[in-house]
């Protein structure tokens, strides 16, 4: 079965340090994006970054950037200048098959320290 | 647009109890997810939709799972009769599919669903 694999369940991090979350996936399409989303204890889902497969360019939004490796189907996340909002479980989201479905990993709980 | 919308966000049942979960996606989206979310199964896809068509629904767990999109704004899951087990926080997503892809899948805020 096409997977999302995040082999980290937790994280910590001091705050103002950089920390990065790995994720590696499997997917038959060639074009197409994939996501980090972020889920505070409000259990809403909100859109990290965004990195489109066909671009070479790793994707940067502020303090976030990923470090997107598509041979090695690799995307992970980093995280720079931690703050203690950023507290929150972390899940990466990748196409399972050329059908459009959208599946995701087991997510990573990152955990701030003052 | 108010993003994608799911009703209600609690519900609290008896087991062996219908209960419907609705969502609304955001308009000009032609793609549907439906997610449920435990603390030992993570997040799991239930069944996805395009154009209002089922394409996968290979995560629904079994019969007492179903669900519907009559047309492009609303779609709804079943689960008939209701179980303990069943008890998870239901998640609805849209999404714009494009030639290269799913574009970005907006959340709704979640039903939290009780079975007792």
């Known amino acids: 079965a096409q997977t999302v694999t995040q082999s980290q369940p937790e994280m910590s991090v001091q705050e103002a340090e950089t920390v990065t979350l790995s994720c590696t996936y499997d997917?038959?399409?060639?074009?197409?994006?994939l996501f980090w989303y972020k889920q505070p204890p409000s259990r809403q889902m909100i859109l990290v970054i965004r990195?489109?497969?066909?671009?070479?360019q790793n994707a940067t939004e502020n303090r976030f950037s990923v470090n997107f490796q598509k041979a090695a189907k690799s995307f992970s996340l980093k995280i720079s200048d931690s703050q203690l909002g950023d507290a929150a479980m972390y899940f990466c989201?990748?196409?399972?098959?050329?059908?459009?479905?959208?599946?995701f990993g087991q997510g990573t709980t990152l955990q701030v320290k003052p | 647009d108010a993003g994608v919308i799911q009703s209600p966000r609690h519900e609290v049942t008896e087991m062996g109890q219908e209960v419907t979960l609705r969502c609304k996606p955001i308009?000009?989206?032609?793609?549907l997810f439906w997610y449920r979310q435990t603390m030992m199964r993570g997040l799991e896809l239930l069944i996805y939709f395009n154009n209002n068509v089922p394409i996968d629904d290979s995560g629904m767990p079994e019969d007492r799972f179903s669900a519907k999109m009559p047309n492009a704004s609303f779609s709804t899951l079943k689960i008939q009769p209701s179980e303990p087990r069943d008890s998870a926080v239901y998640f609805c997503?849209?999404?714009?599919?494009?030639?290269?892809?799913?574009?970005?899948?907006?959340f709704g805020q979640g039903t939290r669903l009780t079975v007792v």
């Open positions: 308009s000009g989206h032609n793609s």
């Open positions: 997917t038959s399409e060639s074009d197409y994006y």
């Open positions: 990195q489109e497969a066909y671009k070479q």
């Open positions: 997503a849209s999404s714009l599919r494009s030639l290269r892809g799913q574009v970005e899948a907006f």
């Open positions: 989201a990748s196409p399972s098959s050329n059908t459009g479905k959208l599946i």
